[in-house]
């Protein structure tokens, strides 16, 4: 099977990996599915529906899962180059940092901390010019849409 | 007539002119920066049209979508990136143009086509939309569950790729739409405790997730971008008499080709372009230009794309079923909005209706008077820098999937959709098939349970009437042919026609215009 895997191209094994992860769900989904209730086909029930999508999904993995040992993709690099990989890496923990601060800080801080943080990241030299583009983006996006536009976020401690 | 007239008095008041403006402007905003795209893009301003009028947040929803396909061909001609999978025809033609000296050419005879097409889409809407909303008022489950299932399959085959490029993420797709309270029983389904979870999973953070924050990511990734923007002087705005005279008739042309696949699932706006290059490659008296900055390569496909888009409103708007990721994020606005779009849209809400066609139509006028004028707005756009650009993107990322209903598990179903994105994208799986289906979802299940319930659980109803016989028929045809072909042939196709991947689209064409 490790055999099977290392020959194939590296498009081919990660469809492959992705069609097992796709089937392992959809097992999961349609025993779930099962189980919330079928009813009969005449008077169906909440689980019906997704039983019948869950089978389905279950074949199109298989499928997909055969088509990766198979097929001839589009060449494409899928390694992300070792150069970005740090910024890459960096900007999505910044990102989940981000979700995860907003329920404690608040908007303003949150958004003004992510931008000085992924401007700094993303090659700004200077660190005044990382402050003022940093906390622009973070305190005038979120007073565009908590203000003008009404829509209602987080506010941190300071009520903010 | 009548309703074209009617949706012109809805739509000339200074509610709808100005959501046509914003919406026009956003989108077009949307189409040049790299990283949104028009789904994420639409998806965003969705919670932003809620204290909207029915008929305003519809009409910017359109003209977002407008907008952000001629801002995808400006990116195509002043850089030749193309911003959306439609524009990519753009690159060929346009592109050269530009290098010529005709970029600011090239930027009007694209919005002069867009103005010509939402004309003849606008006649051909009033002809076909109360068609189809009479025929269709005649329709039964079966015949429901055949559209809106069997235009998914056709779609999630068409989104180029494999075969289960489009189908394994369609399955995703409908999965995540079961997710939440069951509408008939109010059971509630694979919610895992969560109260907030049994409100479904929105179409906001998914479409954000595996458009926009994923495309963040590979925007890092890769090093080439921001390459050299070409900038047009607004003198040079003016097409010559000849580019005038040649750009008339691959303008019709185009036209009536966008209609046409408009009404038909698949990624209308990029086929039509295709389909539009095609045409102009085999009847144009210049067909030997072209690929060397030919206008009539620019003039007919981008016609093509906003044609498309406006015969893609059929659908959605007479039988409440859309065939692109854009669309179904204006039915879920319009869900939101407590109409339910289908046949009786028409006859019930016939302002909404009418004002929305018109609105586009307006929007593309809008188009026209406002964008080339603000062309030196989106050249210096193009060139901001991504340490401020991409931030910026993350940020109301954020903020529109929580303020979509202030719930922190939107900000976390964002986050995992963006993932899973990436990671989908990365192996070439197409994401358009993922948004229709987990916006369809609810709709192919209720006329399935429906179907059941009529026919005392028999099967074969769902094949019992002309109509879904002959869909699913076609149907078959489509996915059967196309799956044994691939394995078959292994793979080796070499036939114009869009991917999915733009920048091999992008080779094909060039290739074939190469050849020809």
């Not at chain 1, 097992?27 to 779930?32: I, L, M, P, R, S």
């Not at chain 2, 015949?143 to 995703?172: E, K, T």
């Not at chain 2, 900055?293 to 079923?321: D, F, K, R, Y």
């Not at chain 2, 820098?385 to 939107?410: K, M, N």
């Amino acid at each position: 099977m490790l055999g099977v895997l290392q020959r194939l191209p590296a498009k081919n094994r990660g469809r492959l990996i992705i069609a097992g992860i796709g089937l392992l769900v959809a097992v999961d989904y349609t025993v779930a599915s099962y189980k919330i209730g079928l009813g009969t086909l005449a008077n169906t029930k909440a689980g019906m529906f997704p039983f019948f999508a869950g089978l389905v999904w279950i074949v199109i993995s298989i499928l997909t899962g055969v088509e990766a040992l198979n097929h001839k993709y589009a060449d494409g690099s899928i390694a992300t180059p070792r150069d970005r990989l740090r910024v890459v890496l960096l900007f999505a923990l910044a990102v989940v940092a981000m979700t995860v601060l907003l329920a404690f800080l608040g908007q303003y801080i949150t958004a003004s901390l992510f931008g000085v943080v992924t401007v700094r990241l993303l090659g700004e030299k200077s660190w005044i010019k990382t402050f003022v583009y940093g906390v622009g983006i973070g305190v005038v996006l979120s007073y565009l849409f908590m203000g003008p536009l009404g829509v209602i976020l987080p506010t941190g401690p300071f009520g903010w | 007539m009548h309703g074209v007239l009617e949706g012109f008095q809805t739509a000339i008041s200074p509610q709808l002119l100005l959501a046509a403006f914003i919406g026009c402007f956003a989108g077009t905003l949307v189409g040049v920066l790299p990283g949104i795209g028009s789904t994420a893009g639409a998806a965003l301003v969705v919670p932003l049209t809620y204290t909207l009028s029915p008929t305003a947040s519809l009409t910017m929803i359109a003209s977002i979508y407008a907008g952000s396909m001629y801002g995808g061909s400006t990116t195509s001609v002043l850089m030749n990136m193309p911003g959306e999978a439609s524009s990519v025809v753009a690159t060929i033609d346009g592109y050269q143009m530009a290098r010529k000296g005709r970029a600011g050419a090239a930027l009007s005879v694209m919005a002069v086509g867009s103005f010509i097409a939402g004309t003849v889409g606008l006649i051909l809407v009033s002809g076909f939309a109360p068609l189809f909303a009479n025929v269709s008022l005649k329709f039964g489950p079966q015949d429901y569950f055949a559209l809106a299932a069997g235009g998914l399959v056709v779609l999630a085959r068409m989104s180029g790729g494999s075969a289960m490029s489009g189908l394994f993420p369609m399955m995703i797709g409908i999965a995540l739409a079961t997710v939440g309270q069951d509408a008939i029983s109010g059971t509630n389904r694979f919610t895992f405790g969560h109260y907030q979870m049994a409100l479904g999973i929105d179409l906001v953070p998914v479409a954000v997730g595996v458009y926009g924050l994923s495309e963040l990511i590979f925007l890092l990734e890769d090093k080439t971008t921001g390459g050299k923007v070409i900038a047009p002087k607004m003198r040079e705005l003016w097409p010559t008499r000849q580019e005038w005279r040649r750009s008339f008739a691959p303008w019709f042309r185009g036209s009536f080709i966008g209609f046409i696949f408009g009404l038909l699932p698949g990624p209308s706006g990029t086929l039509s372009s295709f389909a539009s290059y095609r045409m102009e490659r085999a009847v144009s008296k210049h067909r030997d230009e072209l690929g060397t900055g030919a206008v009539e390569g620019i003039a007919g496909p981008e016609a093509a794309n906003n044609s498309a888009a406006i015969g893609a409103l059929v659908p959605v708007m007479s039988l409440g079923v859309p065939f692109s990721a854009t669309l179904a994020v204006m039915i879920s606005a319009m869900i939101a909005q407590g109409i339910t779009p289908g046949p009786l849209l028409v006859t019930q809400h016939p302002d909404v209706f009418w004002g929305v066609v018109v609105a586009m139509y307006i929007g593309n006028v809008m188009l026209l008077v406002l964008n080339l004028p603000l062309v030196g707005i989106w050249v210096s756009i193009l060139r901001l820098p991504q340490r401020v650009l991409l931030p910026c993107i993350a940020v109301v990322s954020v903020i529109g999937a929580y303020g979509l209903r202030e719930s922190y598990i939107d900000v976390y179903v964002l986050l995992a959709c963006g993932v899973m994105g990436y990671v989908l994208r990365k192996f070439d799986f197409s994401m358009a098939s993922l948004v229709v289906g987990l916006v369809l979802g609810p709709l192919i299940e209720k006329n399935f349970r429906e179907g059941l319930t009529l026919s005392h659980g028999s099967m074969s109803y769902f094949v019992s009437s002309p109509f879904s016989l002959v869909v699913w028929i076609v149907v078959a045809l489509l996915v059967f042919w196309k799956l044994f072909s691939r394995f078959f042939r292994k793979g080796k196709g070499t036939s114009i026609g869009p991917t999915g991947d733009v920048e091999r689209d992008a080779e094909i064409i060039e290739a074939a215009a190469a050849d020809s």
